[in-house]
């Protein structure tokens, strides 16, 4: 038998709390990407450029798209080739009625 008191257990917490914040954990899983971060010197140095140019090409993308989508309405080219078909034939069918 043990005799006085026991190190590490604590007696004000319910066996449930712990439960509750792991499920709390794995409910919410953290965004990004999993890597172990390099040691060496020229490998953080890497990291980061790789990290700050992916930024600005996906930056720089992003504006493109917009600026795009803000120029004018957007549309499918294959609906628009469609569309010059259809117009082509009816011209031709109201050419022929006359």
Known sequence: ???????????????NAAS????KAAAAPKKGKRYV????????K???LHKGLSAKISK????QVAAAASSGK?????NVALEGTSAEKSKATKAKKP
């Open 37 to 44: 971060a390099p040691k060496k010197t020229a490998a953080v």
């Open 20 to 23: 509750r914040h792991a499920q």
């Open 74 to 78: 957007l549309t499918i080219m294959k």
């Open 46 to 48: 890497q990291a980061a």
């Open 1 to 15: 038998m043990v005799q006085g008191q026991t190190k590490g257990l604590s007696k004000g917490k319910s066996p």
């Open 60 to 63: 720089s993308i992003e504006q």
